[in-house]
């Protein structure tokens, strides 16, 4: 196993995210708890030492599984983290509840880390009202206390949330959590997230870094140029070796389902084989003929939105427009928009196609926001 140096601490380069764990008849609500058990004792054996969960996962069955699994082992052999969820509206004003009852479903003393979950456009107003919600003060309090050893958060949010966030807590940040991955380097502004963390000297947290499965297989033409560089590497291993590449991050999450995944990966965090230059420059390739299906071809010049009479950034919601359908679906679309005043949505669209005369790359623009309203019903 790979480790990365943290503080005073050595962590498992692979980290165990308990969002995926093996289930019954399909029931995510169900978890197969002799599965998952034995998934953390090969985990253990292997040197894995950092456990992810959150209130939210298995329909708020993860922790209580997890916590029954790493109950097994001596409270210092592993690391164990969850999240406060503000993803959800309704638990804005419940930081303290919910904090305590995580304790009682893991069953410890205290968590290794603990994250601000899903930081984005939805609720970045709620953490940041701390006279109001309190959230902050708490989780600080927690920290003080020696409940917390190590805050930070998870972002799905765009590139200007991010800076906000860090504005106000940046100070505080230890680590941060970000969907990563060679597609969304580019996809979801990676990169310059990454560039950012790094002017605030915060270590990255990497999940989703096969892109929810998308990244374990590829069409047969991109598999083969990848085989023709590493003959002997499986095709998922290159999503992981990318992000070996990447001097800020410290763990990678990987929700694995399965004893079979669980195993693949392990023989692929058993030493690190970064990317050349080339072979980083072929894999960007690959991601950008991936991404360039279905997608529109926007380079966010910003000629259009001179040119709306409703003032739609319309640079951004076609970004969200490619995410939605690239992605077929999914949260970060609508829980972008829901942040958005109604007469700034794609709906807003008049159908005026003033936008598609200054577009320079000929997008039709009002047909594709028509889509997108469609597509979000």
């Not at 990365?4 to 708890?33: C, H, N, T, W, Y």
């Not at 999940?207 to 140029?225: F, K």
């Not at 039709?364 to 979000?376: G, H, P, R, T, Y």
Request: charged share 25%.
């Amino acid at each position: 196993m790979i480790y990365r140096d943290f503080q005073d601490m050595k962590l498992s380069a692979l980290g165990f995210g308990a969002m995926r764990l093996p289930v019954i008849q399909g029931d995510d609500g169900r978890i197969d708890e002799e599965a998952a058990l034995h998934m953390v004792d090969t985990a253990m054996k292997n040197g894995i030492n950092y456990y992810d969960t959150a209130w939210g996962y298995h329909n708020g069955n993860s922790e209580l599984v997890l916590g029954k699994a790493l109950a097994r082992y001596p409270r210092e052999s592993f690391y164990l983290a969850t999240k406060f969820p503000g993803y959800d509206a309704a638990n804005w004003g419940d930081v303290e509840e919910i904090f305590e009852k995580q304790l009682e479903k893991l069953g410890v003393e205290y968590f290794d880390f603990y994250l601000f979950h899903n930081v984005c456009e939805m609720n970045t107003d709620a953490y940041l009202d701390d006279e109001k919600y309190g959230i902050y003060s708490y989780l600080m309090k927690q920290k003080a206390n020696g409940r917390i050893r190590h805050l930070g958060f998870s972002c799905h949010g765009n590139l200007p949330v991010l800076k906000r966030f860090l504005e106000a807590y940046g100070k505080d940040m230890e680590f941060c959590q970000l969907q990563l991955n060679y597609l969304d380097w580019t996809f979801q502004s990676g990169k310059e997230k990454v560039a950012l963390l790094d002017e605030w000297n915060i270590p990255v947290w990497v999940m989703e870094p096969l892109r929810g499965g998308r990244l374990a297989s590829l069409a047969p033409e991109y598999e083969a140029r990848l085989k023709s560089m590493r003959p002997d590497e499986e095709i998922p291993a290159w999503a992981f070796r990318f992000l070996q590449s990447i001097p800020s991050v410290t763990v990678t999450l990987s929700g694995m389902s399965n004893e079979e995944q669980l195993k693949k990966n392990l023989a692929t965090f058993a030493e690190e084989k970064k990317l050349s230059d080339t072979e980083m420059t072929d894999l960007l390739g690959i991601a950008d003929k991936m991404l360039s299906v279905g997608t529109v071809p926007c380079t966010a010049c910003h000629y259009c939105v001179s040119h709306c009479p409703q003032e739609l950034d319309i640079p951004s919601l076609l970004a969200l427009y490619n995410e939605h359908v690239y992605t077929g679906g999914g949260f970060i679309a609508p829980m972008a928009l829901s942040a958005l005043p109604e007469e700034k949505r794609p709906q807003a669209c008049l159908q005026c196609r003033s936008c598609e005369q200054v577009c320079p790359q000929q997008i039709k623009i009002s047909e594709v926001l028509a889509d997108f309203s469609a597509k979000l019903g």
